[in-house]
C-alpha cells in the first residue's frame, strides 16, 4: 500500500492516542490506525489489520508513550524491520537498542519524553492526577495531613508544589544531596533515605514513591499505617512489591500512565504540539 494513503499512523498506547486520532482528524487529516485501545473509525480514520498495513500505509508513524506498549502488538526486532527510509517515528521512552537499530536506516525518531519541555508537562500532569487519585482512594482529606514523597526528581517536584499548597506537613525523602536541598526550599521537611526506618512511617497519611527501585522494603513496610494510602508513580521494577503490601492490609496502589488516563486530551493536544513542530506544519 501506497505510504501517502494516510498522513498519519497511530499504533498501541492508551486514551491519549485515542483522541489524538480525534483531534488530528478534526484538522482535516486522514488517519489509519493499529491496536488502539478503544475501537474507532470515522471519515477520516481508518482501522487496519494488521501492523504491516498500517506502517506501509503512511510515512508518519505514532507509537506508546511509553514505548514499551508497542511490545503488546509488535517485537521490536518485527516493528523496526517495517520501518523504511521516508519513514519518520514518535514515540516515548524509546529504548535506546531500537533508535540504533532505526538510526542505522537513517530513520527519524523523535522521543517526547526527550523533550525538556513535554516531559515537565507530563510531570504536572502526573502531579495533578496524583492528586486526584489520592483524594479518591483515601478516608482522609489532603488538607493538613501528613505527606511523604520518595523521590525528589521532575514528577515528585512537581507533586510536592502542589502537596505545599494542601499541607504544611509535607515531607521529601532522597539520596541526592542537592535534591534535598532543592526540596527544602519549599518549606519541606528533608530525609535521607538511609534514615527511613528512623523517620516513623506510621505518622504519614499519605506516601507517594517516585523512585523506580525498590525502597520500601517488608520492614519499612510494616512501619506503615494500615490507614496510610501508598501510592507507586515508579516505572517496573518500583518502589515496593505491590502484592506483599497488600498481603499487609495496606492501602496500596500503582499509578501508571496517569496523564492517559486522567487527562488524555490534554495530553494528546501537547503531543500533536510536538509532532506539527518537528514535521513543520503549522497548528
Not at 508513524?61 to 520501518?83: G, Q, R, T, V
Not at 502542589?162 to 532522597?174: E, W
Not at 527511613?196 to 512511617?201: F, G, H, K
Request: glycine share 4%; net charge neutral; aromatic share 8%.
Amino acid at each position: 500500500m501506497n505510504k501517502k494513503t494516510f498522513d498519519f499512523t497511530i499504533i498501541g498506547g492508551d486514551m491519549r492516542q485515542v483522541c489524538l486520532a480525534k483531534l488530528l482528524a478534526l484538522k482535516g487529516y486522514c488517519i489509519c490506525h493499529y491496536g488502539l485501545c478503544e475501537p474507532l473509525k470515522a471519515p477520516c480514520i481508518q482501522p487496519l489489520d494488521s501492523l504491516l498495513e498500517a506502517v506501509s500505509s503512511s510515512s508518519v508513524c505514532i507509537a506508546p508513550i511509553p514505548f514499551s506498549k508497542l511490545l503488546n502488538k509488535a517485537p521490536y526486532l518485527e516493528f523496526a524491520d517495517l520501518l523504511s527510509d521516508g519513514h519518520t517515528l514518535f514515540a516515548g521512552c524509546i529504548p535506546k537498542p531500537f533508535f540504533k537499530l532505526i538510526q542505522a536506516k537513517n530513520i527519524p525518531a523523535f522521543d517526547f519524553m526527550a523533550s525538556p519541555e513535554f516531559s515537565y508537562w507530563n510531570a504536572k500532569a502526573t502531579a495533578e492526577s496524583t492528586l486526584a487519585n489520592a483524594i479518591l482512594l483515601s478516608p482522609r482529606t489532603l488538607f493538613e495531613s501528613r505527606c511523604l514523597i520518595l523521590g525528589y526528581g521532575k514528577c515528585a517536584k512537581a507533586l510536592a508544589r502542589l502537596l505545599s499548597m494542601q499541607t504544611p506537613y509535607l515531607s521529601v525523602a532522597a539520596r541526592n544531596p542537592v535534591q534535598l536541598a532543592e526540596a527544602s526550599l519549599t518549606g519541606a521537611q528533608i530525609i535521607s533515605l538511609e534514615q527511613l526506618s528512623d523517620c516513623e512511617l506510621s505518622s504519614f497519611d499519605f506516601i507517594f514513591n517516585t523512585i523506580p527501585a525498590p525502597i520500601l522494603t517488608s520492614a519499612l513496610l510494616e512501619q506503615i499505617s494500615p490507614s496510610a494510602l501508598l501510592l507507586d508513580l515508579a516505572s517496573a521494577p518500583g518502589g515496593f512489591n505491590l502484592e506483599e503490601a497488600k498481603a499487609m492490609g495496606r492501602n496500596a496502589h500503582l499509578l501508571l500512565g496517569l496523564p492517559g488516563k486522567c487527562a488524555p486530551l490534554s495530553s494528546a493536544e501537547k503531543m500533536m504540539s510536538f509532532i506539527f513542530q518537528r514535521i513543520k506544519i503549522s497548528s
